[in-house]
């Protein structure tokens, strides 16, 4: 039955991997070949790379604009974070599969599979495009100095991120019911993330760059498994009943809306030195997120409309 499932997926996704493979591959060279366009002006010794690259750290020479691993391919782990899930109930495909007697812990499962395997390929091969263009331009009198610890360290703490990012789309994906509440939602919390880092890095100056890089991949690998543990619990008991609503799962409402005026609040407060901008952002996200998760009946009527 497993089998039967992974073929049934297989078809139904492998169009969209291809069109993201293709996707992936056309704009990594593209951004290989712009990255490459300065080479010959910079290059001023005969080592192409410096000797950082044998550090246990993320190789990064600004000089050169090398990248052994775009943050394009992060996107593509985010964007399939949402398709995989909200597509599928829009179009009543997961429906389809509960009926046809697959369990749901089943479906979850190997549908997450599938995605890190096809996101693995769209990866590599991306990156392999990408390494060929940074070959096939680097000049004959330089030399490529490379070592094992910075690539290995890049890729580590790279992929980390992606799978983050991707766990984060997808739980978003499943929990709220709106097109453009979720894009807007998962969007402007997404780049928010970069405040946070930067936030956190000052709180630990006094840490090395590679101590900070691990850290990192400790914390996405820890949001990864939360977020992806706990959305298999919530696809058992999704519904058709709220779809339409911003919250999929009524009983996240207090939760949502707890988290969300706290970190809303600590947002646009944690470099203010005065109490005034964090009693404004309190009384603003409260009243808006109650009235958000908590709207009249009429309200979410019309939206239940809008999304059918």
């Known amino acids: 039955m497993t089998q039967s499932l992974n073929r049934l997926l297989w078809r139904r996704y492998r169009t969209r991997f291809w069109a993201l493979l293709v ?22 010794t005969s080592d192409f790379f410096t000797a950082d690259i044998t550090k246990w750290q993320v190789y ?17 782990y985010w964007l ?39 996101l693995l390929v769209i990866t590599v091969l991306t990156m392999a495009a990408q390494y060929g263009v940074y070959w096939l331009n680097i000049p004959a009198r330089m030399t490529f100095n490379f070592a094992w610890p910075g690539f290995i360290t890049t890729w580590v703490v790279n992929l980390a991120m992606s799978w983050g990012f991707f766990a984060i789309a ?9 097109t453009w509440s979720l894009l807007v939602t998962l969007g402007g919390f997404t780049i928010s993330l970069i405040g946070v880092a930067t936030f956190v890095q000052g709180l630990l100056a006094k840490w090395t760059t590679s101590q900070l890089e691990w850290l990192s991949v400790g914390l996405w690998l820890t949001v990864t498994v939360i977020l992806l543990v706990w ?15 911003y919250l999929m799962f009524p009983a996240l409402r207090t939760p949502v809306y707890i988290v969300f005026v706290v970190y809303m609040t600590a947002l646009f407060t944690v470099n203010a030195t005065d109490l005034e901008p964090a009693v404004v952002t309190f009384i603003i996200t409260t009243v808006f997120g109650y009235w958000w998760l ?10 239940r409309r809008h999304e059918s």
């Open 294 to 303: 908590w709207r009249p009946p009429l309200t979410g009527t019309w939206h």
């Open 231 to 245: 959305g298999a619990y919530l696809y058992d008991r999704v519904t058709l009943e709220h779809v339409g609503e």
């Open 80 to 118: 399939v974070g949402i398709v995989l899930v909200y597509q599928d109930r829009r179009e009543n495909f997961d429906q389809f599969l509960f009926a046809s007697g697959y369990r749901r812990h089943t479906i979850y499962w190997t549908k997450l599979a599938l995605a890190f395997g096809g």
């Open 60 to 76: 990064n020479d600004p000089r050169y604009s090398v990248s052994f691993y775009t943050y394009w391919v992060v996107f593509i």
């Open 23 to 44: 996707l992936s591959v056309v704009i990594g060279v593209g951004l290989a070949i712009l990255n490459s366009t300065n080479w010959q002006a910079l290059m001023t």
């Open 170 to 178: 997808w739980f978003a994906a499943l929990i709220l019911g709106q």
